[in-house]
């Protein structure tokens, strides 16, 4: 399917043998796509119903924050009609529901990227009176779904923090028991994971890392680190959990595990450790191995 070949070494974690080579690091936001794709469907034919979609829209090598917060929704609302293009047949375009933070964003998403499309379109809060002091009001989902729904896709609930709330409303009342399929699209989760909402102050979002995100696949994940111990944590499934780090142009692997390290594990840990040792002798053989099957290419290392 892929036309770009990677050759990437783990060199460190479960096995040092060549890993990625069937997924590379995308090199651009048409191949995340057709990836995510992929990985969705391997999901859903592996039953999976609560699926975690997350990577950043300001660039590939971008983090949180590179991309002023209006912006970045807009370009999620963009990607999401483009993954939802390629991923739900014509035929199933009705039966998709994609729920949007607030009901102001429907309307701007109806006049914009998804002017003219099939899907269903509604909204996970509504502005109330006290808007300007954070509070809205949050729309009981039994009202809003329809019998004939089938997959849900929510987009980027983490303006507020009610949103991830309904969405945890949405699939106990709408999903769980069923056949339907649920889509968490760049919900920005890891500020929930980490801690960044103290639980003394918000211990119904705390409670989501025990109750909830336990019950969620991440289907596709990107998150990059920047620094001198920079990389990227990637993952498609049904493949490992990856760090990646770019030398000379190339993705090369220097960990991988079947479960999602903390982003605090990669950042002072895993990218640290495996940038100290220089890659170490493993580091060394993916650069005499790249030179056999590559002469003349682009694998002298420079540290």
């Not at 509070?135 to 009610?162: H, L, Q, S």
């Not at 801690?195 to 109750?211: D, H, R, S, V």
């Not at 049904?238 to 594990?265: A, D, F, Y």
């Amino acid at each position: 399917m892929y036309t770009r070949h990677f050759v990437t070494r783990s060199v460190s974690g479960d096995d040092n043998t060549l890993a990625g080579l069937d997924v590379p690091f995308p090199g651009d936001y048409s191949e995340l796509l057709e990836q995510a794709k992929e990985a969705t469907e391997l999901a859903f034919k592996d039953e999976k119903q609560l699926m975690e979609i997350e990577f950043p829209t300001s660039g590939l090598e971008s983090v949180p924050g590179d991309g002023e917060g209006g912006i970045e929704m807009t370009g999620s609302m963009q990607l999401i009609r483009e993954f939802c293009d390629c991923f739900v047949t014509p035929e199933k375009a009705t039966r998709t529901r994609i729920f949007f933070p607030e009901a102001n964003e429907v309307d701007f998403a109806r006049n914009s990227a998804f002017g003219g499309a099939s899907f269903k379109l509604d909204y996970l809060t509504k502005p109330s009176f006290f808007e300007d002091f954070g509070f809205v009001t949050k729309v009981k989902m039994a009202d809003r779904v329809k019998p004939e729904d089938e997959t849900f896709v929510v987009a980027y609930p983490y303006f507020n923090v009610n949103e991830m709330l309904v969405v945890e409303e949405l699939y106990k009342e709408a999903v769980e028991n069923t056949s339907r399929k649920l889509i968490i699209f760049n919900g920005e989760l890891d500020r929930i994971r980490s801690g960044y909402y103290p639980p003394f102050f918000y211990p119904k979002l705390g409670a989501l890392t025990k109750t909830f995100f336990p019950k969620m696949e991440t289907v596709y994940y990107i998150h990059n680190f920047k620094g001198r111990n920079g990389g990227t944590l990637f993952r498609c499934y049904p493949g490992p959990w990856k760090v990646l780090r770019k030398i000379n142009g190339m993705s090369v692997c220097l960990h991988q595990q079947e479960t999602m390290p903390s982003l605090k594990e990669v950042a002072l840990d895993i990218l640290p450790s495996a940038l100290q040792s220089k890659y170490s002798s493993n580091c060394k053989g993916f650069f005499q191995e790249g030179r056999k099957h590559y002469p003349g290419g682009p694998f002298s290392p420079s540290f």
